[in-house]
T-cell receptor, first 114, second 114 residues
């Protein structure tokens, strides 16, 4: 069975602080894909990153970085120097093999206080 | 850019009414999905479709049906709306074939059943 756990329900940080959102996944498949999405107050989920199980390189995109560690089944997301516009709900998701179904975590609500 | 649109952002219906939620994508994607999002539960898959006139049940199909007559359009139908179907409904689409592809989401429809 597949499962994604985002243990942090809500996080508040002060602007310019760094913040890490945790994502732990469970699967017995050796081929899988991990995703992060951002859901701002407007409601639309915005795709941030896709990572396959064979690529453990960390990725950086501007203030965003992702740390993929198969040894701990984690795919954590760090925002550096947070801004108010980063306030949103962030979802981690897993898909396995060539299947179409995504398994979403319950999301982490991030509030950045000015 | 992928564009997924949903017919309504907000909808209020009465118990027992038949409700249609429409989703249209303009990127010629084969796969389309309907999710509902509830606080603390994340996104749960209701139905998905991988081709015209094809559909597959997701995790919570009870009380819902779907229709896909054209490739770009995927409709979610609540045959007899109930108050426990009050929720945010999100539509998504993705390419088919080969490895799992990213799902792109619409803005969501917030449905209230009175």
């Amino acid at each position: 069975a597949q499962k994604v756990t985002q243990a942090q329900t809500e996080i508040s940080v002060v602007e310019k602080e760094d913040v890490t959102l945790d994502c732990v996944y469970e699967t017995r498949d050796t081929t899988y894909y991990l995703f992060w999405y951002k859901q701002p107050p407007s409601g639309e989920l915005v795709f941030l990153i896709r990572r396959n199980s064979f690529d453990e390189q960390n990725e950086i995109s501007g203030r965003y970085s992702w740390n993929f560690q198969k040894s701990t089944s984690s795919f954590n997301f760090t925002i550096t120097a947070s801004q108010v516009v980063d306030s949103a709900v962030y979802f981690c998701a897993l898909s396995v093999g060539t299947g179409n179904q995504f398994y979403f975590g319950t999301g982490t609500s991030l509030t950045v206080i000015p | 850019d992928v564009k997924v649109t949903q017919s309504s952002r907000y909808l209020v219906k009465r118990t027992g009414e038949k409700v249609f939620l429409e989703c249209v994508q303009d990127m010629d994607h084969e796969n389309m999905f309907w999710y509902r999002q509830d606080p603390g539960l994340g996104l749960r898959l209701i139905y998905f479709s991988y081709d015209v006139k094809m559909k597959e049940k997701g995790d919570i199909p009870e009380g819902y049906s779907v229709s896909r007559e054209k490739k770009e359009r995927f409709s979610l139908i609540l045959e007899s709306a109930s108050t426990n179907q009050t929720s945010m409904y999100l539509c998504a689409s993705s390419l088919a074939g080969g490895p799992v592809d990213t799902q792109y989401f619409g803005p969501g429809t917030r449905l209230t059943v009175l």
